[in-house]
């Protein structure tokens, strides 16, 4: 289920030592001895925790020669603080009309996908603004399975339907958060974790 995946980032936040790690990375990238002596803990109980953590995406790492190092992942952490409020309400705002999308910003997504697609449903080029980008993104995405895993091959397959840049579209989807890629296997991420185009000016 879609709903597993902001399951998981709430428990991978649901323990001490994992809020000490975050909280210590939030003043730039360490490595697992250094976060071990600061925690007081051994290096194997770091690396233990930042798995939990790096499932969730709440942190990257990266390797040096022998030495691994991590540090947050800023943009999940900040688009995602409020997907459980998002999901909770949801209904309630739908039937209140108060999440029902503003006309402006209809036409805008109608706009951009009629002048970024051709009448065949293939992408002219991906757009520049950040904007227009999301929207075209959200739309291929649509078009995706819920709850149905991806191998990387298959995915780059159905973005060859829409573009011959596969690599760079599938690299946009994983940064904006409207896939979620574990072990080389992709999953759409559930709707309330996509980058929001209509917050943006």
Not at 64 to 74: G, P, V
Not at 156 to 178: C, G, P, S, Y
Request: hydrophobic share 40%; net charge positive; charged share 30%.
């Amino acid at each position: 289920m879609q709903l597993d995946k902001v399951v998981a980032y709430h428990k991978a936040l649901a323990d001490p030592t994992r809020i000490k790690m975050l909280i210590m990375l939030a003043g730039g990238e360490l490595n697992g001895q250094t976060l071990a002596e600061k925690l007081g803990v051994s290096p194997a109980t770091v690396t233990h925790h930042a798995a939990k953590l790096r499932e969730a995406s709440l942190i990257n790492e990266r390797r040096e020669k022998n030495t691994i190092y991590f540090c947050l992942n800023d943009y999940f952490i900040k688009s995602n603080a409020n997907a459980a409020e998002k999901l909770i309400y949801r209904n309630a705002e739908r039937e209140g009309g108060e999440n029902a999308m503003e006309e402006s910003n209809k036409r805008l997504k109608d706009s951009v996908i009629r002048n970024f697609f051709t009448s065949d449903g293939r992408l002219k080029h991906i757009p520049v603004q950040l904007k227009k980008k999301l929207i075209v993104l959200q739309h291929l995405a649509d078009q995706l399975a819920k709850g149905q895993t991806y191998t990387e091959k298959e995915i780059n397959a159905f973005i060859k339907r829409f573009h011959d840049d596969f690599a760079t579209i599938r690299r946009e989807f994983i940064m904006h958060q409207l896939m979620y890629r574990e072990k080389d296997v992709y999953e759409l991420n559930p709707p309330e974790l996509w980058a929001k185009w209509e917050t943006l000016s």
